[in-house]
């Protein structure tokens, strides 16, 4: 069984910054994307970024050149380095793993980490 979890969230000051981790456990063939999304009260959630099994990776324009994503193969994790944090950023980050077992490909999805930006 496949087990995501999130750490590393919390308060930053606008302007500060923040890493969030994300692991996944279990029985792992291949990732083949693992990618962090967040979530506000009301909202739908939405995409910040991802990076492929081959390792590419992509942003979404509201994050473009202030946070990075990187990974760790070898561990099945990924991280996302939050620079110049705005309190837009604040939410719930998710991480999704999507696994390829070969007769099928799962997403899988933490629970969350709140990280709060405060002005």
């Known amino acids: 069984q496949v087990q995501v979890m999130e750490s590393g969230g919390g308060l930053v000051q606008a302007g500060g910054s923040l890493r969030l981790t994300c692991v996944a456990s279990?029985?792992?063939?291949?990732?083949?994307?693992m990618a962090w999304h967040r979530q506000v009260p009301g909202k739908q959630r939405e995409s910040v970024a991802g990076i492929t099994g081959g390792g590419r990776t992509y942003y979404s324009d509201a994050v473009k050149g202030r946070f990075t994503i990187s990974r760790d193969k070898a561990k099945n994790t990924v991280y996302l380095q939050m620079n110049g944090a705005k309190p837009e950023d604040s939410g719930v980050y998710y991480c999704?793993?999507?696994?390829?077992?070969?007769?099928?490909?799962?997403?899988?999805w933490g629970q969350g980490t709140q990280v709060t930006v405060s002005s």
């Open positions: 999704q793993v999507n696994v390829d077992h070969d007769v099928a490909v799962q997403d899988y």
């Open positions: 279990g029985g792992i063939p291949s990732i083949t994307l």
